[in-house]
Structures are given as C-alpha cells and as structure tokens.
C-alpha cells in the first residue's frame, strides 16, 4: 500500500479525529487501572513496566494502527520495527508517560501519542486523566488545552520557581551566587514539557537519554503554542531516526528559550 500523503486535508481531519478519540479512550483505560493491584516488572536496566503500560499499548495499537496500516509505528512498549524508517507517516506512542508516578499511586502521568511526517510531528495529543489535562495540536493551527487555545508566556526573564528540570541542569543559569528554588519535581517528562504550552511553567528541561516517544507530542505542543524546544544547542529535535534517544533538552516560549539557548552556547555543559 503506498505512503499517505498528510497534505490531504480529508486525511489530516480524519488522523486528528482518530488520534483525540484514541488518547481519550486510553486514557480512560490507563484510569480505570490507576491505584489497583497491578503486574509489574524492570525492563532493561531500572525502567518500571506494569499490565496496564502493555493493556494501553495494545489498545492504542489496536485502534491506530488498524485505521492506518500504512503508517509506521514507534511505541515504548511495542518491539521496534525497523520498517518505520520507510514510511513518511509514523505514529510514535508512549502509552503511560511517567509509569512510576502511576505505579506509585501519583497524579502527573499521561498518555502521549503524536503523528510524524517524515522527521517532525505533525500531530499531537497529550492526555493526564488523573488532572483533566487533554493538550492537542495540530501543526500550523495551534495548541489547545481541553479545547481552548494556550500559548507559553512571552518574555525572556528566568523566573527558577516557574522552571523544571534536573536542577544541576537549570543551575547553570544562575550567574548570581545562592541556592535557587525550582518548581516541584514532575514525574511525567512529556506533561512537564506541556505545562509550557500553557503557560504553567515558563520552561522545562529534559535530561539526558530521553527518547522519541518521552518527546514528539510534546514536541509539537510547545511549538504549536509560541514555544520552542530544542536541544540546548538550538537544533531541532528529529524523530524516527534509527536512533531514538536524545541528549540535554529546553522547551521554553519563543523568547525564553532563545535567552537560555543562548546563555549555554557560551557555558556549554562539561
């Protein structure tokens, strides 16, 4: 079957259609198992995996992939087909973003799940049952936050307690000696991201060994909403690559985002 071509309009409403009421529908399933008696497992080195990751990955699966055979597919918890790297149009999935959080009986966990184009996200939806989050975009018409439109807050100026992130890594922008105070810890990496485009946080930090499907939805939230985010070089993050792991990364309004950018391009992290 060839490629689809997401410049279709048809397709385009019908992918963000299918995409919000899946997310929905996983969201509700990964709620319904929140705080009851689980299976729970390590995969590789320390990552926590339960029955309800695999159950929300097989539904997501199940109802994306069936109404789209020819896109790609990318999940964290789906064996890694290496013929995503053909296919122009890829879902890339997480199916409980911060499964630690949700194991641990926590609120900020998600459901992520966005559509790439060649290496860019094109669609996006981001869906925290637990705080009644649902984010979506679309690229090049905006970002909602439970169907109204948000946007990250202008300006340049580091407030620390509106930032969050590693803090060794949010740190490096103090160039006034002191301690300084950062917002809570989030548990969830892509609703972290998020909370930017919305304005919750002025700017959020991704560290180290992150991957495609921790990122993509959020990817195009932030940037959707006058955001920005990037490695701390400025470069653009690129999805479905055969490598899917990420370095340092800053999401930020457009301002913002330049300032820090451009604060570590004189400090480099060692």
């Given at each position: 079957m060839a490629d689809a071509d997401f410049s279709d309009t048809m397709t385009l409403t019908?992918?963000?259609?299918?995409l919000q009421d899946t997310v929905r529908e996983a969201g509700d399933l990964a709620q319904s198992m929140f705080r009851t008696e689980l299976k729970k497992w390590i995969k590789g080195a320390s990552s926590p995996v339960s029955e309800a990751d695999i159950a929300v990955n097989?539904?997501?699966?199940?109802r994306l992939r069936g109404a789209t055979p020819d896109y790609g597919w990318l999940s964290e918890e789906s064996a890694d087909d290496a013929s995503r790297l053909s296919r122009r149009l890829t879902w890339v999935v997480d199916p409980i973003d911060g499964t630690r959080n949700y194991l641990n009986g926590h609120d900020e966990w998600c459901v992520s799940v966005a559509l790439v184009e060649v290496s860019a996200p094109v669609l996006a939806a981001v869906?925290?049952?637990t705080t009644n989050e649902f984010f979506f975009a679309v690229r090049g018409q905006g970002t909602t936050l439970n169907g109204n439109p948000v946007r990250a807050t202008p300006g340049s100026l580091l407030d620390f307690a509106r930032m969050a992130g590693?803090?060794?890594?949010?740190?490096r922008l103090n160039t006034n000696a002191g301690d300084i105070k950062l917002h809570p810890r989030i548990g969830s990496l892509a609703l972290?991201?998020?909370?930017?485009?919305?304005?919750?946080?002025?700017?959020?930090?991704?560290?180290?060994n992150s991957h495609d499907w921790d990122l993509a939805a959020a990817d195009l939230i932030v940037q959707e909403a006058d955001g920005r985010m990037s490695d701390l070089s400025g470069d653009p993050i690129l999805y479905n690559r055969r490598e899917v792991t990420h370095g340092v990364l800053v999401a930020a309004g457009r301002d913002r985002h330049a300032s820090i950018v451009a604060h570590f391009r004189n400090r480099p992290l060692p």
């Open positions: 019908r992918d963000a259609a299918l097989d539904l997501l699966e199940a869906f925290a049952p590693p803090k060794p890594m949010v740190e972290r991201l998020c909370r930017v485009a919305n304005g919750s946080l002025d700017a959020a930090f991704a560290g180290g």
